[in-house]
Structure formats: C-alpha cells, structure tokens
C-alpha cells in the first residue's frame, strides 16, 4: 500500500499539518498494515479506496486510543468484517 498517502489522510484526519509525528504515525501505519495483512488474512488492494479509508480511519483510532484499553469502535469491528467477507471468506472473523 502506498504508506505515504495514507500519511497524508491520517495526517488529514487528525488535524495535524507539520511532520513532528511523521516517524511515529508511519510506525502505526505500517503496523496496522501488517496486521490487516498477515494476522487477519486481508489482501489490501493499492487501488481501493474503502481499503485505503479503513487503514487511514484504523490508524487514527490507533493513534487516539494509544492510552486507553478501550474495544474497537463499533463501526471499525463492521467494516473489518465486511472486509473479510469481500475477501472471499479467508481471514479471521
């Protein structure tokens, strides 16, 4: 996936505008990435922008709740699993 436009999103998303973050946001980006790919099972498609969304919208929900042992907002739990079902059924549910 194209890391440095999901940067760019989250960055959006998140209200920040200088590159302070950069290092750690990417370290969060990627990871969420990984996990989407190798412990959940999803094949991410570059060009797919429901896909790109749920990592930009993940990565910030990773990013706000850094601190917090909160679940995962409902709405993430959702489209995660609309994820796996547009992904033939492989992965995790």
Known sequence: MDTA????????R???STEVRDTYLISIIESVIKELEDEKGITLEIDNMNHIMFVVDY?????????????????????LKNLYIHNGGRGNV
Not at 5 to 12: D, M, N, R, S, V
Not at 63 to 77: I, V
């Open 5 to 12: 436009t999901i940067l760019e999103l989250t960055k959006a």
């Open 14 to 16: 998140l209200g920040i």
């Open 59 to 79: 990565s910030v929900w990773r990013y706000q709740s850094r601190d917090s042992s909160g679940d995962t907002p409902k709405h993430l739990q959702w489209r």
